[in-house]
């Protein structure tokens, strides 16, 4: 499993560097564009958009999984009792 998720991880990343290398810089102006390339781009982003809902949504659920397994290792620690102590004092 330890192996899926770093391969996982992977695959996320580059797909992450894709969407940046995707994206207009934050200094880019669009006043030169003509209407059918705003159309586009905006195609583009409503795409790029899904792509990085996709991948939160992914963690995210991830995450909640991770912090219920933990919880379960809390309750199983509690319930377990008070560490035993060695009678060979």
Not at 23 to 34: D, G, R, V
């Amino acid at each position: 499993m330890m192996e899926n998720s770093k391969r996982q991880w992977e695959e996320d990343k580059t797909a992450i560097a894709e969407i940046a290398d995707q994206l207009p810089s934050k200094n880019a102006s669009f006043e030169h564009l003509k209407v059918k390339e705003l159309e586009d781009m905006l195609v583009t982003l409503g795409q790029i958009k899904g792509r990085i809902e996709s991948l939160i949504k992914r963690y995210e659920g991830e995450m909640q999984k991770d912090n219920v397994r933990r919880e379960h290792v809390s309750a199983n620690r509690r319930n377990s009792g008070p560490p035993r102590t060695s009678s060979f004092e």
